[in-house]
């Protein structure tokens, strides 16, 4: 088949772009810092997989193979080259109820519908609603997700074994104390500053992983007494095996699964989707919302099928991977198969990393991601603005990020309305072409928010026996307007008088006419496209 042919019928069925390669081609140089990178996020992959899966009150391996399964997948076939995706605390705060109530089958049950759910939502193209997501809700995500990422480490700093399962890593539990909490405290720094120093002198290793590296061998050389991953959990196990999930066939199984797939879904897509354009803005990529969707629906099916607990995007794995240098696809593939060879033959080796030297690479991805220059934005942005970005960030914290995404569109939007809705005001002249008539120029957008002002700016009394009603540098927009129109030409009725409506858009003659309006064309303007004039007399938008 010619290459340009088979391009027309890809982008006819909307074949993905699954390049792996950047444009340069992928040389040794790239494809050792693809690997690289790939590891450093396999080594910060399991202790959070283990801690997800405590949150969700499953057995640590569940985690650990959603990690891989989803990782896998959504690099061979995701929105965007360089993000990673696996267990999640958002998911997992979701998972416990279910879990507690009905036990781990069902959860499987509601990660593969979860994820026909999300396949849906990328078929039909939902994804591309993420444009609406206004930049000051971006901003208070970002700094929200930092605040979760910096409180979740703390749990580490709290003695294996009494820490409580919470979305957070916050909850109950004996903190580390004395020479144990100091030493913990220095190895996180020397972390930190491994991590700082190291592309001054070489980018040969990815910063994160050099961090890692330099702490484990020296704890590990001077036995030193820290936690350790081991402490957590044992991680080693087999591959994962194909399970159809034990749950009764019936429609009282879909009933119990489908709120939380429902809810699932949402919280996965709006975390992945948001990442993505985190990531783009990073790596100067575009595009790929509806490709990231169906691509986290297939992992998610996948994955409830071989016995793991489901996943979305991580923020704090991605910008470890696009920080170390991570831009293609395979960097996420090699993250889930380290990821793999852990659990199958490296758990011994993997479990003596220091939890200091993660907690450390995770503390420089806080300092990374958190939006520092937003101070000063507050200052600059209009104070809506500035209280969404804190409200986003405070309910972030508080609740989740689906929550506080929700939150922060509707009050943008509502503001956005409110803005608009006090746009509207009218300029009154005498008519040039009609004697003794009055003309309205109405100014600012006609719509459910703006209807009632509108309706307020004439003088039906007092108006001369002709009113213009000018629309040019107004539009109409819903239906709310059309009956504020329609208010307003009843008023006039009432009143004896004509009125006449004037430069309509056309979008705004067919929303008159589905309303069932009678519209009457003048001569006015006859070569316009894009603007038409309309005359109404007494009576016409109610009926003659």
Avoid at 18 to 24: A, G, I, T, V, Y
Avoid at 246 to 274: C, D, Q, R
Avoid at 281 to 296: D, F, P, V
Avoid at 400 to 412: F, M, P, Y
């Amino acid at each position: 088949m010619p290459r340009a042919l088979l391009a027309s019928f890809a982008n006819r069925l909307a074949i993905p772009d699954l390049r792996w390669m950047p444009d340069e081609g992928l040389t040794m140089s790239r494809l050792r810092i693809e690997l690289l990178s790939g590891l450093t996020v396999a080594l910060a992959l399991v202790p959070e997989a283990v801690a997800f899966a405590f949150v969700a009150g499953v057995h640590p391996l569940v985690g650990l193979y959603a990690a891989f399964l989803v990782g896998l997948i959504t690099a061979l076939i995701g929105g965007r080259p360089g993000m990673i995706s696996g267990a999640t605390g958002a998911l997992a705060v979701v998972m416990v109820a279910l879990v507690a109530q009905h036990g781990v089958e069902y959860l499987f049950a509601t990660v593969v519908l979860m994820g026909i759910l999300q396949v849906i939502a990328g078929a039909m193209h939902w994804g591309r609603f993420i444009r609406l997501v206004p930049h000051p809700v971006m901003l208070g995500f970002v700094n929200g997700l930092a605040i979760v990422i910096f409180l979740a480490q703390l749990g580490q700093f709290k003695v294996p074994g009494t820490m409580e399962n919470t979305g957070h890593g916050m909850g109950g539990g004996e903190w580390l104390s004395g020479m144990q909490l100091y030493t913990m405290l220095g190895l996180v720094a020397l972390t930190m500053a491994v991590i700082w120093v190291m592309p001054r002198v070489t980018r040969i290793v990815p910063a994160p992983l050099a961090g890692i590296v330099v702490v484990a061998a020296l704890v590990i050389g001077f036995g030193l007494d820290v936690p350790r991953v081991g402490d957590l959990a044992s991680i080693e196990g087999g591959l994962p095996s194909f399970h159809i999930p034990m749950v009764p066939l019936t429609w009282e199984t879909f009933e119990i699964i489908l709120p939380y797939a429902v809810i699932l879904a949402a919280i996965g897509l709006i975390e992945s989707l948001l990442t993505l354009n985190l990531v783009g803005e990073i790596t100067g990529k575009r595009g790929g919302a509806s490709q990231e969707c169906i691509a986290q629906g297939a992992a998610n099916v996948v994955t409830g099928f071989f016995g793991g607990m489901g996943g979305c995007a991580m923020i704090g794995q991605s910008m470890i991977n696009v920080k170390s240098g991570g831009r293609t696809r395979v960097a996420g593939i090699a993250a889930a198969l380290f990821l793999l060879v852990f659990i199958l033959f490296a758990a011994p080796l993997i479990e003596q990393i220091p939890l200091a030297a993660l907690v450390g690479v995770m503390f420089m991805v806080v300092i990374g991601t958190f939006a520092w220059n937003s101070f000063n934005i507050l200052r600059k942005v209009p104070l809506m603005d500035a209280f969404v970005i804190v409200l986003v960030t405070v309910v972030t914290v508080m609740e989740d990020l689906a929550v506080a995404v929700v939150v922060g569109v509707i009050v943008s939007a509502l503001a956005y309305a409110w803005n608009n809705a006090k746009r509207i005001h009218a300029v009154t002249r005498e008519s040039e072409t009609e004697k003794g008539a009055k003309v309205y120029e109405i100014q600012g957008p006609l719509f459910f928010g703006s209807s009632e002002g509108f309706v307020e700016l004439f003088d039906v009394a007092n108006d001369p026996e002709t009113v213009i009603v000018d629309f040019a540098d107004s539009r109409v927009v819903d239906q709310s307007a059309l009956q504020a129109i329609e208010n307003i030409a009843g008023k006039y009725e009432a009143a004896g008088k004509r009125v006449m409506l004037r430069h309509l858009s056309r979008d705004c003659h067919k929303l008159l006419n589905k309303a069932g309006h009678l519209m009457v064309d003048s001569d006015d303007d006859p070569d316009y496209g894009l603007a038409v004039d309309y005359s109404v007399r007494t009576g016409i938008l109610g009926g003659h």
